[in-house]
């Protein structure tokens, strides 16, 4: 290779290098929040389980006051438990909260609707990062093994 050809050659490269060095933080950016994107999101559901124990053990505390603790914890776990509606508990639970009973129920149930909203919303969100990573899983397989000689 002649002098002068080898001069074009890095000056015909080095635009380019240039460029790319300009813009490889751009490119990378979205890689860097995606990663976070997914911790984020992997946080965020455990937060959500952690608020979900506090708010049953909150509801279980309660509901001792006026009815045996296996008896609340079983009420907990279904809402068709006999018990929702024996009108004896409703009564003690009902002079237990005195005139902040409908106030309570109406927290109780808002918080219940809101986690279970939350929820809902976080597995979608779970399910999209899941179907994302299986996808870049599948394509860096795929590329690394079109990389490889047969």
């Not at 409703?90 to 237990?96: G, R």
Request: with cysteine; hydrophobic share 40%; charged share 25%.
């Amino acid at each position: 290779m002649t002098t002068v050809a080898a001069i074009s050659t890095v000056l015909a490269v080095l635009p380019l290098i240039i460029s790319a060095a300009e813009h490889y933080e751009d490119c990378f950016r979205p890689f860097v929040r995606y990663r976070k994107f997914d911790t984020e999101v992997d946080r965020f559901q455990q937060q959500l389980k952690i608020q979900r124990a506090i708010f049953r053990n909150q509801c279980r505390l309660l509901l001792e006051n006026v009815t045996e603790p296996n008896v609340a914890a079983r009420m907990l776990d279904g809402r068709a438990h006999p018990s929702w509606t024996n009108p004896e508990l409703d009564n003690e639970l009902a002079t237990l909260l005195g005139g902040s009973r409908e106030a309570c129920c109406i927290i109780v149930r808002s918080i219940d609707e809101k986690l279970r909203d939350i929820g809902k919303e976080s597995q979608d969100l779970g399910a999209i990062v899941d179907a994302s990573n299986a996808a870049s899983n599948a394509v860096s397989k795929n590329f690394f093994r079109d990389l490889v000689p047969n």
